[in-house]
């Protein structure tokens, strides 16, 4: 059965640290693999993806996350982190159809 | 296009009332799903669509839920005999067709947060 775990379900920065949020999974066949934000109230926005070919995959808002098949894991980082990308994020896996999402990640930036 | 709409956003009622939540997903998109968020937990998958089909559905699909699909277009996810622990929010997200350069991405509406006392 697929399965996806995030370890960092809280994460505090201040503005301009570094980020990066875990995401292991586990999935015995070709994966899609994604991450999701969802702000308070709403529903999810796709940060990124990935299918297959380069595994440093770039997305919107200046994330990117890198696959390592090995590890069987697709970290989410940022290098410099704003107050508006306080949210929640969620990594996502599927072979096919359905998506499997973590419990997701809490973010806070304090200014 | 204009992206998932979901009716309506907010829903509160008592404990055993039926409520049903549409979806409206993005046109031509001929894959829709439903999923179902608690408190605290990322979503979890209840049922997809291809066309007018019902095509799986989850254990977490109880005989309470039924959802459908008539024309391919909409959806619409009842709830009969709602209980506290149906409180969460309902996503909705379509998919384009195999066609589609896009067609391995879900999109997704705001939600329906349902709140049953």
């Known amino acids: 059965a697929q399965s996806v775990s995030q370890h960092n379900h809280h994460v505090i920065l201040s503005e301009a640290a570094s980020l990066e949020l875990g995401c292991n999974y586990s999935y015995g066949g070709t994966v899609n693999l994604f991450w999701y934000v969802q702000s308070p109230g709403q529903g999810l926005q796709l940060l990124l993806k990935?299918?297959?070919?380069?595994?440093l995959v770039q997305g919107i808002k200046g994330f990117e996350a890198e696959f390592k098949r090995s590890q069987s894991s697709f970290n989410l980082r940022k290098p410099s982190v704003q107050w508006s990308d306080t949210a929640e994020y969620f990594c996502?896996?599927?072979?096919?159809?359905?998506?499997?999402f973590g419990t997701g990640t809490r973010l806070l930036v304090s200014p | 296009d204009t992206g998932v709409s979901q009716d309506p956003r907010h829903k509160i009622t008592k404990r055993g009332q039926n409520v049903t939540f549409r979806c409206d997903p993005i046109?031509?998109?001929?894959?829709l799903y439903w999923y179902r968020q608690t408190l605290g937990q990322g979503p979890e998958f209840l049922t997809y669509?291809?066309?007018?089909?019902?095509?799986?559905k989850s254990r977490l699909l109880s005989d309470r839920f039924s959802a459908e699909r008539p024309k391919g277009s909409f959806s619409t996810l009842e709830i009969q005999r709602t209980e506290q622990g149906d409180s969460a929010m309902y996503l909705c997200?379509?998919?384009?067709?195999?066609?589609?350069?896009?067609?391995?991405?879900?999109?997704f509406g705001p939600g329906t947060r349902l709140t049953v006392l």
């Open positions: 046109s031509e998109h001929n894959r």
């Open positions: 996502a896996v599927t072979g096919f159809q359905k998506l499997v």
């Open positions: 997200a379509s998919r384009p067709p195999m066609t589609s350069g896009k067609h391995n991405e879900q999109f």
């Open positions: 990935y299918f297959s070919g380069d595994t």
């Open positions: 669509f291809q066309n007018e089909a019902q095509l799986e």
